[in-house]
């Protein structure tokens, strides 16, 4: 099964990258533009599964936008944005708009509501990773390794989605909590350490197992695999 590919017109950089990690953390492809110029440009190139569209943007509102995305493609319109007045809810959705969130939302209620928009349109989301032999479904939040399942909580199934997607390659623990918990605030150098020994014990990565999570001094995490079946 495909990816669903959504386009993201956010001119808040910090906003992009937090939704993007997020989204592709969650199997999804996510291609992002600042303004509106940007995004027709990618309009040209390919015709998006889903739209995330700000309102607010440097070369005009996406409320105008959504009208001439309405021209183009069908794909479910979602905006995001600090203006949450009935007006402009109400504006967005008369325009073509599909859904609304206010800034700011907890990444998790994004997600769902993306794979809700995507499943009225017909799009199942795959939402698996694949690291043979572990498999990991994004939206149960079972882990399958070597046969055996186990259900995670949602950091710990976040967490696990950021390190396999990035299997081999170290990442910092700042970097994973920004990416799990979708904010730089708090103590990520005690939160971090405490929700990756849990996650261990809860998959089985020990001395028998074929992946690891190791980290370095400098709270660096990898997973990768030890052991070769």
Same mark, same amino acid.
């Given at each position: 099964?495909?990816?669903?590919?959504?386009?993201?017109?956010?001119?808040?950089?910090?906003?992009?990258?937090?939704?993007?990690?997020? @989204?592709?953390?969650?199997?999804?492809?996510?291609?992002?533009?600042?303004?509106?110029?940007?995004?027709?440009?990618?309009?040209?190139?390919?015709?998006?599964?889903?739209?995330? #569209?700000?309102?607010?943007?440097?070369?005009?509102?996406? /409320?105008? /936008?959504?009208?001439? &995305?309405?021209?183009?493609?069908?794909?479910?319109?979602?905006? &995001?944005?600090?203006?949450?007045?009935?007006?402009?809810?109400?504006?967005? &959705?008369?325009?073509?708009?599909?859904?609304?969130?206010?800034?700011?939302?907890?990444?998790?209620?994004?997600?769902?509501?993306?794979?809700?928009? #995507?499943?009225?349109?017909?799009?199942?989301?795959?939402?698996?990773?694949? #690291?043979?032999?572990?498999?990991?479904?994004?939206?149960?939040?079972?882990?399958?390794?070597?046969? !055996?399942?186990?259900?995670?909580?949602?950091?710990? @199934?976040?967490?696990?989605?950021? &390190?396999?997607?990035?299997?081999?390659? !170290?990442?910092?623990?700042?970097?994973?909590? !920004?990416?799990?918990?979708?904010?730089?605030?708090?103590?990520?150098?005690?939160?971090?350490?405490?929700?990756?020994?849990?996650?261990?014990?809860?998959?089985?990565?020990?001395?028998?197992?074929?992946? %690891?999570?190791?980290?370095?001094?400098?709270? %660096?995490?990898?997973?990768?695999?030890?052991?070769?079946?």
């Amino acid at each position: 099964m495909r990816k669903a590919h959504i386009l993201m017109v956010e001119d808040e950089q910090k906003v992009s990258s937090f939704n993007r990690e997020y @989204l592709e953390g969650q199997g999804y492809t996510v291609s992002t533009a600042e303004t509106i110029s940007k995004a027709r440009f990618l309009l040209e190139e390919y015709t998006p599964d889903l739209v995330l #569209l700000d309102v607010m943007l440097p070369d005009g509102l996406g /409320f105008d /936008f959504c009208a001439e &995305l309405r021209q183009k493609t069908n794909a479910p319109i979602i905006f &995001l944005t600090s203006r949450d007045e009935q007006d402009s809810v109400i504006k967005g &959705l008369m325009q073509g708009g599909d859904d609304y969130i206010a800034k700011p939302y907890d990444l998790r209620i994004l997600g769902a509501r993306i794979a809700a928009q #995507l499943r009225r349109k017909g799009i199942e989301f795959a939402g698996r990773i694949e #690291l043979p032999p572990m498999s990991i479904d994004v939206l149960s939040g079972i882990v399958t390794l070597e046969g !055996r399942q186990v259900s995670l909580p949602p950091k710990e @199934l976040q967490l696990l989605c950021c &390190l396999a997607l990035s299997a081999g390659q !170290r990442i910092s623990g700042e970097e994973l909590y !920004r990416r799990t918990w979708g904010t730089e605030q708090g103590d990520w150098k005690s939160i971090v350490p405490v929700n990756i020994s849990r996650l261990r014990k809860r998959i089985g990565l020990d001395d028998a197992s074929v992946f %690891e999570i190791s980290n370095t001094k400098q709270m %660096e995490y990898v997973l990768r695999k030890i052991r070769f079946t």
